[in-house]
């Protein structure tokens, strides 16, 4: 079983940056970022796999970065020009087999960080 640790979560106001991190127990081949705010479904904002592949959502793109270091099992995401609507509780999460932005593809998540962000 793979233990999440996430941090780097708070209050920024609009165009601000954050970086979360995620310190993992385990080797994990698929690391991930999901978000989910209030009366919403959770939704994938960006994976990364041992390898260095990334996958971004649309959300995010040109704004938010995702990295790893394999050696420290930590996953990051710096997010730049946050906007209101990215006010969310962010979760990391992990996978075996696939990397994309699916949660039902991931098999341990963190307990999350929450990110707001206000106009």
């Known amino acids: 079983q793979v233990q999440l640790v996430e941090s780097g979560g708070g209050s920024v106001q609009a165009g601000g940056s954050l970086r979360l991190s995620c310190a993992a127990s385990?080797?994990?081949?698929?690391m991930g970022w999901f978000r989910q705010a209030p009366g919403k479904e959770r939704e994938g904002v960006a994976a990364?796999?041992?390898?260095?592949?990334?996958t971004y959502a649309n959300s995010g793109k040109g704004r938010f970065t995702i990295s790893r270091d394999n050696a420290k099992n930590t996953v990051y995401l710096q997010m730049d020009s946050l906007k209101p609507e990215d006010t969310a509780s962010y979760y990391c999460?992990?996978?075996?087999?696939?990397?994309?932005?699916?949660?039902?593809?991931?098999?341990?998540w963190g307990h999350g960080t929450q990110v707001t962000v206000s106009s």
């Open positions: 385990g080797y994990t081949y698929c």
């Open positions: 990364i796999s041992e390898y260095g592949t990334t």
């Open positions: 999460a992990t996978a075996q087999w696939f990397c994309g932005l699916v949660a039902g593809q991931y098999n341990y």
